[in-house]
T-cell receptor, first 111, second 118 residues
Framework: KQEVTQIPAALSVPEGENLVLNCSFT??????LQWFRQDPGKGLTSLLL?????REQTSGRLNASLDKSSGRSTLYIAASQPGDSATYLC??????????FGAGTRLFVKA | DTAVSQTPKYLVTQMGNDKSIKCEQN?????MYWYKQDSKKFLKIMFS???????INETVPNRFSPKSPDKAHLNLHINSLELGDSAVYFC?????????????????FGSGTQLSVL
């Protein structure tokens, strides 16, 4: 059974700091991995998607990596800003149309 | 135009009542989902429909009945509501290519329906 774990559960950093969020999954048989952002009271927005054959994806200040064999992914946020404060969720797509989510990392960037 | 829209945004009701949540997507996607986010913010899949056909039913009580009148709509009806049903319910959609296929299709989520059962 696929399980997704995110560490840390919460993180508080000063503005301008570079940071890394971690995600691990137990079954390497995935089709893709997505990182989402969730703001309070709102839905999820997909930030980056890495297909199983890819190693990383980049969008602006965000970079996500995938090491399928070790069951790990990281989301790197460069030069963090207060507007980056949100919950970040990692999710893996498995067979049968299922996407399994981690519990998320709550990020707070202090001005 | 909102890509995935669900109504209502808030739903407060008494135990034992029956309620429905509606979801519509204008992205032309073939697959729609219902997810439940509990008080600990853990997001868990409940149902998935592909081309109006049920393909995932994740051990959800049969008080929950999804209905997909067409590819663009997936509604969720809940009978005999219980206190433990209180949660945020999210609708989502994606353009799936099929079983066992590597996919780069992202999931698009609605803004959620916060259900409170008193």
């Amino acid at each position: 059974k696929q399980e997704v774990t995110q560490i840390p559960a919460a993180l508080s950093v000063p503005e301008g700091e570079n940071l890394v969020l971690n995600c691990s999954f137990t079954d390497s048989a995935i089709y893709n991995l997505q990182w989402f952002r969730q703001d309070p009271g709102k839905g999820l927005t997909s930030l980056l998607l890495i297909q199983s054959s890819q190693r990383e994806q980049t969008s602006g200040r965000l970079n996500a990596s995938l090491d399928k064999s070790s069951g790990r992914s990281t989301l790197y946020i460069a030069a963090s800003q207060p507007g980056d404060s949100a919950t970040y969720l990692c999710a893996v797509r498995t067979g049968g149309f299922k996407t399994i989510f981690g519990a998320g990392t709550r990020l707070f960037v202090k001005a | 135009d909102t890509a995935v829209s669900q109504t209502p945004k808030y739903l407060v009701t008494q135990m034992g009542n029956d309620k429905s949540i509606k979801c519509e997507q204008n992205l032309g996607h073939d697959t729609m989902y219902w997810y439940k986010q509990d008080s600990k913010k853990f997001l868990k899949i409940m149902f998935s429909y592909n081309n109006k056909e049920l393909i995932i039913n994740e051990t959800v009580p049969n008080r929950f009945s999804p209905k997909s009148p067409d590819k663009a709509h997936l509604n969720l009806h809940i009978n005999s509501l219980e206190l433990g049903d209180s949660a945020v319910y999210f609708c989502a959609s994606s353009q799936e290519r099929g079983w066992g296929v590597e996919t780069n299709e992202k999931l698009f989520f609605g803004s959620g329906t916060q259900l409170s059962v008193l």
